[in-house]
């Protein structure tokens, strides 16, 4: 079974600083997606970026990027430039190509100091 | 504007009871899903489903049902027969289960259920 880990619980980080999140992943399978979804205090979940498995290009989306290793099974987030919105708690989720649902991580709770 | 709802945010259930949470969206989505959220354990799916009529079980579905009689509407029932019902739940939807795989999911807000 596939299984998703993130072995930071809880990171914090300076106002306008950079963080990097760590996930790791295990699986057999070649074909499959990567997310990373924040959840705030109001604890709606919200999609931040993904990435498909196929692709050797790292996504980016505004400040947020991410370290695709394929072969490291790794799937880090950076978030530069941190801002006061982004403390969360941020959970890294995976998906095999075909399959129904997505399996995620226990999470890292994000704290950003002023 | 499209999303998911649901209801109540927050509801107390006493020992030996059922109790229903709602989800209803309005994305024209044909998968949805239910999740169960504990602390320092990520989400754990309850139960999906592709189509109306047709839901399969996740990895924790014991104490649990779902109906999907509507494509908008996807019921989760907590039973008695769930031990540890205490938890945050949250509901979702895909566009398609094939489609969609790359896009992930949309998410509703959440019920924190407590048992008293």
């Known amino acids: 079974a596939q299984t998703v880990t993130q072995s930071q619980p809880e990171m914090s980080v300076q106002e306008a600083e950079t963080v990097t999140l760590s996930c790791t992943y295990d699986t057999s399978e070649s074909d499959y997606y990567l997310f990373w979804y924040k959840q705030p205090p109001s604890r709606q979940m919200i999609l931040v970026i993904r990435?498909?498995?196929?692709?050797?290009q790292n996504a980016t989306e505004n400040r947020f990027s991410v370290n695709f290793q394929k072969a490291a099974k790794s799937f880090s987030l950076k978030i530069s430039d941190s801002q006061l919105g982004d403390a969360a708690m941020y959970f890294c989720a995976y998906r095999r190509q075909g399959a129904q649902k997505l399996v995620f991580g226990q999470g890292t709770r994000l704290t950003i100091n002023p | 504007d499209g999303g998911i709802t649901q209801s109540p945010k927050y509801l107390f259930r006493k020992e030996g009871q059922n109790v229903t949470l709602s989800c209803e969206q309005n994305?024209?989505?044909?998968?949805m899903y239910w999740y169960r959220q504990d602390p320092g354990q990520g989400l754990r799916l309850i139960y999906y489903?592709?189509?109306?009529?047709?839901?399969q079980k996740g990895d924790i579905a014991e104490g649990y049902s779902v109906s999907r009689e509507k494509k908008e509407s996807f019921p989760l029932t907590v039973t008695s027969a769930q031990k540890n019902p205490t938890a945050f739940y949250l509901c979702?939807?895909?566009?398609?289960?094939?489609?969609?795989?790359?896009?992930?999911?949309?998410f509703g807000s959440g019920t924190r259920l407590t048992v008293v």
């Open positions: 979702a939807s895909s566009i398609d289960h094939v489609r969609d795989r790359y896009y992930g999911y949309t």
């Open positions: 990435q498909e498995a196929y692709k050797q």
């Open positions: 489903s592709q189509i109306v009529n047709d839901f």
């Open positions: 994305l024209n989505h044909d998968a």
